[in-house]
């Protein structure tokens, strides 16, 4: 329906913008948030190519705002865990792609 669409743009979009955020314990709880997120939206009805486009510029970001070496390791690292969020391999490629 149109308000479960608008319900998921409005989750999207603030992933997107905690993803991105000066603060790094609010990009770890949403990095950390993300998986369980990932594969409750591969039950339903999935993303679209433009909600998945708006995760990806939240990641961007983060990476981004991630300043030092260990960090970028770390983040590198859950980034890499997410490829297990998914069930299906087709969702995870479609993610990663």
Partial sequence: SAAEGDALEVNVR????RLASN????RDTSIAALGQWLRA???SSGLSD???LKLWKGLFYCLWMADK?????ELAANLAELLTS???S???????R
């Fill in 14 to 17: 603030a992933f997107a913008q």
């Fill in 23 to 26: 603060k790094k314990s609010e």
């Fill in 41 to 43: 939206q591969e039950k």
């Fill in 50 to 52: 433009i909600e998945l």
């Fill in 69 to 73: 070496i260990p960090v970028q390791e």
């Fill in 86 to 88: 998914f069930r299906r």
């Fill in 90 to 96: 087709s969702s995870s490629l479609r993610f990663f």
